[in-house]
């Protein structure tokens, strides 16, 4: 652990293969992009568009943003009950009028394991109002982190009925926890999705650094990710990733992103260049982000300099990146402080710069970083795996989001 403590401290200061160049040299934005792939997702048979619309920060009035993707061709949104307090389907519902069958839609909701078959198709009936449809293409239960809740036999009972109803055609799970592949697997050993949405960006992936660092090995470890999403790949099951761009800090890489290529679209190549990957969910949060994203549509292997910017970006943040898939802290906090999604409010609030969004997800969390105001830091010091200071982050996300 030491030499790769080492490493991330030094890390911005090793060589890196990319050059940098002034704003005035890029045109990351090209009004001509648009989406050039669909993908089958699973045996779902539905063709969506290989990169598509993660609406979780969608706010009143940004109507214009869903039209803007829909002209450029994404013809998938994902959504939640939950996202900016409703009013991400309701602006959907909004854009979407009168275009509904050039669509798919898919919506969420948090049905925990005890949570009743009434109460979750209350939540489902509420999404349908805000997004003004009798319907949803795909309905997941919301960042699943315990196997309990997929084996709740009344979220059973209320997919059979609100599927013979015609509400909801397909279900899923998302997730990003530590947990998440031990639910990815019980959830294929027992059938239980027709699609899975899962955190996968280049900085999970325990090779694809190594070929840089020579052993230092700072990405999250999830080894066993792959194997669960090439099992889904053999049972029909889609595969869609999100949180691709590990933390977004889009504004680091400025510097170094030239000749029209950004990192984004590196990241995005990155993660549909995996098998096992169908498609990818990103918040598009302008029209400029939208062109630049759409830019690594059909992207489906690495392109020239892609490696040296995912690097770059690794060695600028990895000494303060959460990989809330790797999960070491587990345990670690006497008060059961739930680290890793402290930390990833944190990224919300830090890196994506949304403290609205962020203070949303925190208030959200099972149990809250109150406990880290009044500790020493001691339980949780050596926790992490990848040398980040918890209790110097835990304490002030907690003033700042609750």
């Given at each position: 652990m030491?030499?790769?403590?080492?490493?991330?401290?030094?890390?911005?200061?090793v060589?890196?293969?990319?050059?940098?160049?002034?704003?005035?040299?890029?045109?990351?934005?090209?009004?001509?992009?648009?989406?050039?792939?669909?993908?089958?997702?699973?045996?779902?048979?539905?063709?969506?568009?290989?990169?598509?619309?993660?609406s979780?920060?969608?706010?009143?009035?940004?109507?214009?943003?869903?039209?803007?993707?829909?002209?450029?061709?994404?013809?998938?949104?994902?959504?939640?009950?939950?996202?900016?307090?409703?009013?991400?389907?309701?602006?959907?519902?909004?854009?979407?009028?009168?275009?509904?069958?050039?669509?798919?839609?898919?919506?969420?909701?948090?049905?925990?394991?005890?949570?009743?078959?009434?109460?979750?198709?209350a939540?489902?009936?509420?999404?349908?109002?805000?997004?003004?449809?009798?319907?949803?293409?795909?309905y997941?239960?919301?960042?699943?982190?315990?196997?309990?809740?997929?084996?709740?036999?009344?979220?059973?009972?209320?997919?059979?009925?609100?599927?013979?109803?015609?509400?909801?055609?397909?279900?899923?799970?998302?997730?990003?926890?530590?947990?998440?592949?031990?639910?990815?697997?019980?959830?294929?050993?027992?059938?239980?999705?027709?699609?899975?949405?899962?955190?996968?960006?280049?900085?999970?992936?325990?090779?694809?650094?190594d070929?840089?660092?020579?052993g230092?090995?700072?990405?999250?470890?999830?080894p066993?990710?792959?194997?669960?999403?090439?099992?889904?790949?053999?049972?029909?099951v889609?595969?869609?990733?999100?949180?691709?761009?590990?933390g977004?800090?889009?504004?680091?890489?400025?510097?170094?992103?030239?000749?029209?290529?950004?990192?984004?679209?590196?990241?995005?190549?990155?993660?549909?260049?995996?098998?096992?990957?169908?498609?990818?969910?990103?918040?598009?949060?302008?029209?400029?982000k939208?062109?630049?994203?759409?830019?690594?549509?059909?992207?489906?292997?690495?392109?020239a300099?892609?490696?040296?910017?995912?690097?770059?970006?690794?060695?600028?943040?990895?000494?303060?990146?959460?990989?809330?898939?790797?999960?070491?802290?587990?345990?670690?906090?006497?008060?059961?402080?739930?680290?890793?999604d402290?930390?990833?409010?944190?990224?919300?609030?830090?890196?994506?710069?949304?403290?609205?969004?962020?203070?949303?997800?925190?208030a959200?969390?099972?149990?809250?970083?109150?406990?880290?105001?009044?500790?020493?830091?001691?339980?949780?010091?050596?926790?992490?795996?990848?040398?980040?200071?918890?209790a110097?982050?835990?304490?002030?996300?907690?003033?700042?989001?609750?």
């Amino acid at each position: 652990m030491g030499s790769r403590r080492q490493f991330l401290g030094t890390a911005a200061l090793v060589a890196a293969p990319a050059v940098r160049v002034s704003a005035g040299e890029r045109s990351l934005a090209d009004a001509g992009n648009r989406v050039r792939r669909y993908v089958t997702l699973g045996r779902t048979g539905l063709e969506i568009a290989d990169i598509s619309f993660g609406s979780s920060r969608l706010r009143e009035g940004e109507e214009r943003l869903v039209r803007h993707a829909l002209d450029k061709g994404v013809n998938y949104f994902d959504t939640a009950e939950s996202y900016t307090d409703g009013q991400s389907e309701r602006v959907l519902g909004n854009a979407l009028k009168g275009r509904r069958d050039q669509v798919i839609i898919a919506s969420k909701t948090w049905a925990q394991a005890s949570a009743p078959k009434e109460a979750i198709m209350a939540d489902l009936e509420g999404s349908l109002r805000r997004l003004q449809t009798d319907h949803v293409d795909i309905y997941f239960n919301h960042a699943v982190n315990d196997v309990e809740r997929l084996d709740n036999p009344e979220w059973h009972e209320f997919c059979d009925r609100a599927k013979a109803q015609g509400k909801i055609r397909f279900t899923g799970m998302s997730g990003h926890a530590g947990r998440l592949v031990e639910c990815l697997d019980h959830a294929f050993a027992k059938d239980l999705v027709d699609v899975v949405l899962v955190s996968l960006n280049f900085g999970q992936d325990p090779e694809f650094l190594d070929r840089f660092t020579r052993g230092f090995d700072f990405v999250a470890r999830h080894p066993e990710l792959p194997r669960a999403l090439r099992k889904a790949k053999e049972l029909g099951v889609g595969v869609i990733a999100m949180k691709c761009l590990m933390g977004a800090r889009l504004n680091d890489m400025r510097p170094y992103e030239q000749g029209g290529a950004s990192f984004a679209q590196a990241a995005f190549r990155w993660s549909l260049s995996q098998e096992y990957v169908d498609a990818l969910i990103i918040s598009m949060t302008s029209e400029a982000k939208i062109d630049e994203f759409l830019g690594a549509s059909a992207g489906r292997s690495l392109a020239a300099g892609d490696k040296a910017l995912l690097h770059t970006y690794a060695s600028l943040n990895g000494a303060s990146q959460c990989r809330q898939g790797c999960n070491d802290c587990a345990g670690a906090c006497p008060f059961e402080v739930p680290i890793a999604d402290v930390l990833r409010t944190r990224m919300y609030a830090t890196d994506y710069q949304d403290l609205a969004f962020a203070r949303s997800e925190y208030a959200g969390l099972d149990g809250n970083a109150a406990a880290c105001l009044g500790c020493d830091g001691a339980p949780c010091r050596d926790a992490c795996s990848y040398g980040l200071p918890i209790a110097d982050l835990c304490a002030p996300t907690h003033r700042m989001l609750a």
